[in-house]
């Protein structure tokens, strides 16, 4: 009999027995970010180029060896009418996101990202296409996290400290973003309501674990929200019992947003109810991902991060 292959070593405990008691600045014990995902452009289109066409929108319908005209005029509608509508909510509410960001997406509309920069949001990297990296050629995986970087940072301004992937990262994903030097922080990582520090390159690295529950994709087919309320509801609930949590020991929150999907009249309001709520309470602290990092290794005692030369 054929010995059984060594589990992959995971962590299954994380802060259990050992939460770090940290306070978030000005007291605060719960932290939360906003994430404006700015994906439109870079999905998968065979009139750009691409192997295939993006099969997921509001409904799922993949046109295969053919341009497809209906899904790319569906995502067009995220930066010309959605965009605005959600950072004016964010920012009537003093509220500075994070906007995750694919490099092509940012090339086909490098006035709004330039704009959002300018407002004092932070451009984060949400890699080039938006795409899987899960079993990418490392070489090549490295290739698209450099011209990824490359790009955003002549558009915005600055370079990017942030990095998500779409969906699955690949293994080497993380050791390269390290080896790169230019990443403060990734957000490929859904296991915990807090930040931690790993070292796959040797170096301290911050890990701002997101969130796909207190997100809008949940109104795509299948995902259980209908209503702007159901948004409203879901991220009210997850607050309030964090902030519950958080008088005890600290916490951290992220709300995923998409411009082409809460964006929409339908649902807008789901987001300015949710900012209505969250505003009114305590010992909140409305953080873009990047600001959170930084205080999270101040917290653990790391020096003040900087980029390597790359």
């Known amino acids: 009999m054929t010995a059984a292959p060594p589990l992959a070593r995971r962590d299954f405990l994380g802060y259990r027995g050992h939460r770090p008691d940290v306070a978030w600045p000005n007291g605060a014990r719960l932290a939360v970010s906003f994430v404006l995902n700015f994906?439109?452009?870079a999905e998968l289109s065979i009139a750009d180029g691409d192997e295939r066409n993006e099969p997921v929108y509001e409904v799922r319908e993949e046109v295969t060896g053919a341009p497809d005209p209906c899904m790319t005029s569906h995502f067009e509608y995220g930066p010309r009418v959605g965009f605005d509508r959600i950072l004016g909510l964010l920012e009537a509410h003093g509220i500075r996101a994070t906007i995750s960001t694919c490099a092509?997406?940012?090339?086909?509309?490098?006035?709004?990202?330039?704009?959002?920069?300018?407002?004092?949001?932070?451009?984060?990297?949400?890699?080039?296409?938006?795409?899987?990296?899960?079993g990418m050629d490392p070489t090549q995986e490295a290739a698209v996290i450099a011209r990824s970087v490359d790009s955003?940072?002549?558009?915005?301004?600055?370079?990017?400290?942030?990095?998500?992937?779409?969906?699955?990262a690949s293994v080497n994903t993380r050791r390269l973003l390290c080896e790169h030097g230019g990443f403060?922080?990734?957000?490929?990582?859904?296991?915990?309501?807090?930040?931690?520090?790993?070292?796959?390159?040797?170096?301290?690295?911050v890990i701002l674990p997101y969130s796909f529950d207190?997100?809008?994709?949940?109104?795509?087919?299948?995902?259980?929200?209908?209503?702007?309320?159901?948004?409203?509801?879901y991220c009210?609930?997850?607050?309030?019992?964090?902030?519950?949590?958080?008088?005890?020991?600290?916490?951290?929150?992220?709300?995923?947003?998409?411009?082409?999907?809460i964006g929409r009249p339908g649902r807008i309001a789901g987001l300015q109810k949710l900012l209505e709520h969250m505003t009114t309470?305590?010992?909140?602290?409305?953080?873009?991902?990047?600001?959170?990092?930084?205080?999270?290794?101040?917290a653990a005692g790391l020096p003040r991060w900087s980029a390597s030369a790359r």
């Open 104 to 134: 092509r997406a940012a090339e086909r509309a490098p006035e709004l990202i330039a704009e959002a920069a300018a407002r004092g949001h932070e451009i984060s990297c949400h890699g080039y296409r938006w795409e899987r990296h899960a």
């Open 39 to 41: 994906e439109e452009g």
């Open 152 to 168: 955003l940072t002549r558009i915005a301004g600055t370079a990017p400290v942030g990095w998500h992937t779409r969906s699955a």
């Open 184 to 205: 403060l922080y990734d957000s490929d990582a859904y296991n915990d309501d807090l930040p931690y520090v790993v070292a796959p390159a040797g170096r301290p690295h």
């Open 281 to 298: 309470q305590g010992s909140v602290w409305f953080a873009t991902r990047a600001e959170i990092a930084h205080a999270w290794r101040a």
């Open 236 to 261: 009210a609930d997850a607050f309030d019992w964090l902030r519950q949590e958080a008088e005890q020991q600290p916490r951290m929150m992220s709300v995923g947003l998409h411009q082409r999907i």
């Open 214 to 233: 207190t997100n809008d994709m949940r109104f795509s087919p299948g995902g259980g929200f209908v209503f702007g309320s159901d948004f409203t509801r």
